[in-house]
């Protein structure tokens, strides 16, 4: 059984950064691509990065395309996402999700292209 984990939201400023952690368990981490999406209140799930299995391709959404960074820590079975520069419009429930199958890249940003998804954890930009 797959588990994620997110940590590190909470309430942060404008113009500030906040770095998110999702730990994983229950099979070879190392072997997945890994994202995160969010859900802002009254909105759909939206894609905002993924990153390869071993780190070495990333793909970001447009709206945080320069601001925010995914990396992963394969001896850790961790995946992190660093948010600078936030912004009002970046609150939301931030997920990392996880695939049962085996990708070849980072270049997946469909939500039924991940199988497993974390608790979630906020993420609250103040103006």
């Known amino acids: 059984q797959v588990q994620l984990v997110e940590s590190g939201g909470g309430l942060v400023q404008a113009g500030g950064s906040q770095r998110l952690s999702c730990a994983a368990s229950g099979r070879t981490f190392s072997s997945y691509t890994m994202g995160w999406f969010r859900q802002a209140p009254g909105k759909e799930r939206a894609f905002v990065a993924a990153?390869?299995?071993?780190?070495?391709?990333?793909y970001y959404a447009d709206s945080v395309k320069g601001r925010f960074t995914i990396s992963r820590d394969n001896a850790k079975n961790t995946v992190y996402l660093q948010m600078n520069n936030l912004k009002p419009e970046d609150t939301a429930v931030y997920y990392c999700a996880a695939p049962d199958r085996r990708y070849t890249s980072a270049y997946y940003y469909r939500k039924g292209e991940y199988d497993y998804w974390g608790q979630g954890t906020q993420v609250t930009v103040s103006s």
């Open positions: 990153i390869g299995w071993n780190g070495g391709s990333t």
